[in-house]
DNA sequence: CGCGGCTTTGATGTTCATCAAGTAAAGTGG
DNA sequence: CCACTTTACTTGATGAACATCAAAGCCGCG
């Protein structure tokens, strides 16, 4: 769904401040000029893998996921995404198609710039060029690190990592509603659905969790991490 | 080892056009002087993970591994990287010390130019900032896609993946001298060593690689390719 | 020539995927 | 709002994939 662009505009957006620090006001008139503004509900598809990119995306509110299809229509996840995250800032500049599909996860709100106004200002002022370097970089670098550490975990471990992604650096609270299905936390770390549920239940059973539907408390961090760690 | 900073410059480097197309002159001049040519033998360590970063890199000729140690002494190899590559260049925006180790498989030649003179040219050109940006997008894009690809596949898919990347992307030749041993290779895709050795035997029996030491020949790369779609 | 690291094979056990089957929850149309 | 359908969740049983342990040959190097 497609909002008003005079809601906000970038010049007092929170996020402006992760990327847009640079820009003289000239400048965010021309981002702001091309900019639109999406809602998306739970489910909805932001972009498809392989459509083209003429945007740069940014999240507002809201939780994604980046994921692909395979041929027998399995989904691998990539990652999840928050707010202040740049979900396609990876693609824009090594692609013209999209690698990975977008979809929500909760009610998302998105920033839509068109690509070319983007670009003209990252070649014209190098200053937010080296920002969005920054940001590039950082990106990456925690999903290379995120894989790479799965890479090497067995389940449990897998699972911890997880649930401490949601409850450290997502919702920032013991108390969450999961949001997203057991067989998604599967794509997400390479494990089948049934297994998933099966360390769900270990992790409960030991003391680790307590679990109601989609609402997990953690109960004891200390060996969460500890698993995570070691698993 | 440190060798003459006058062998190459930087104007006449075949690797040039890869990144520093949009240089003047003076700019030119300026990576020309803080830079430094180094040799490394197979086995040595060009950086460690942890040490400061005060230099940008670039290979112009060997092989290279990135790669983290654990606790219990286990490496675990991220990538592995051939001349054209920017070895470092994922972690100089985003870390102030390096995230991996980085160490040499063949002799290798490794261009040092001191960061603070390269961030200098970065920040005073656009187009070389943006240059650079689409360096790193396409690299941080080639790692994440390989370590995702590998998480879906077992070990057979991951063995023939390592296989067609030397002699696809490495040594452009079906027959070639494998770089590393197998418990790198184990390192490289998360599976024991032991089961590498396995894998490779396997492919032996049933004709789709010739085996001489390190020496590996493709026979049925059509074959080949096929585990790696679907393994 | 002897030592350490690499390679190889076999035996055994653990981890995980698959298959099956049933319950619960959530969405859908009348 | 209820019947219906679909999707999510859960548990158990079985077998495949892989790690671990053990042992021995090989190869390069000081």
Same mark, same amino acid.
């Given at each position: 769904?497609?909002?008003?662009?005079?809601?906000?505009?970038?010049?007092?957006?929170?996020?402006?401040?992760?990327?847009?620090?640079?820009?003289? +006001?000239?400048?965010?008139?021309?981002?702001?000029?091309?900019?639109?503004?999406?809602?998306?509900?739970?489910?909805?598809?932001?972009?498809?893998?392989?459509?083209?990119?003429?945007?740069?995306?940014?999240?507002?509110?809201?939780?994604?996921?980046?994921?692909?299809?395979?041929?027998?229509?399995?989904?691998?996840?990539?990652?999840?995404?928050?707010?202040? +995250?740049?979900?396609?800032?990876?693609?824009?500049?090594?692609?013209?198609?999209?690698?990975?599909?977008?979809?929500?996860?909760?009610?998302?709100?998105?920033?839509?710039?068109?690509?070319?106004?983007?670009?003209?200002?990252?070649?014209?002022?190098?200053?937010?060029?080296?920002?969005?370097?920054?940001?590039?970089?950082?990106?990456?670098?925690?999903?290379?690190?995120?894989?790479?550490?799965?890479?090497?975990?067995?389940?449990?471990?897998?699972?911890?990592?997880?649930?401490?992604?949601?409850?450290?650096?997502?919702?920032?609270?013991?108390?969450?509603?999961?949001?997203?299905?057991?067989?998604?936390?599967?794509?997400?770390?390479?494990?089948?659905?049934?297994?998933?549920?099966?360390?769900?239940?270990?992790?409960?059973?030991?003391?680790?969790?307590?679990?109601?539907?989609?609402?997990?408390?953690?109960?004891?961090?200390?060996?969460?991490?500890?698993?995570?760690?070691?698993?």
């Amino acid at each position: 769904m497609k909002i008003s662009k005079d809601i906000l505009n970038c010049k007092h957006c929170v996020y402006r401040s992760l990327l847009f620090g640079q820009l003289d +006001d000239k400048e965010y008139e021309s981002i702001n000029h091309a900019r639109t503004e999406y809602v998306f509900k739970r489910g909805e598809v932001i972009k498809a893998e392989g459509e083209n990119i003429n945007s740069f995306l940014y999240m507002r509110k809201g939780l994604v996921k980046l994921y692909k299809t395979n041929k027998i229509g399995k989904d691998q996840i990539l990652s999840i995404n928050k707010p202040g +995250d740049f979900i396609n800032l990876l693609n824009i500049f090594s692609n013209s198609n999209y690698k990975y599909s977008i979809a929500a996860l909760e009610e998302t709100l998105v920033c839509d710039v068109k690509l070319n106004v983007f670009i003209e200002v990252v070649r014209n002022n190098s200053d937010f060029a080296f920002s969005v370097l920054n940001r590039i970089s950082k990106i990456s670098d925690e999903t290379i690190e995120r894989r790479f550490a799965l890479a090497q975990k067995q389940i449990k471990g897998r699972v911890a990592n997880i649930l401490l992604f949601f409850a450290e650096e997502v919702y920032r609270d013991n108390k969450f509603r999961m949001p997203i299905t057991r067989r998604e936390v599967g794509e997400l770390v390479s494990m089948t659905t049934e297994n998933i549920i099966r360390t769900f239940s270990e992790f409960r059973k030991d003391g680790i969790i307590a679990l109601d539907g989609k609402i997990i408390t953690i109960l004891d961090l200390k060996r969460l991490k500890n698993i995570n760690k070691t698993g």
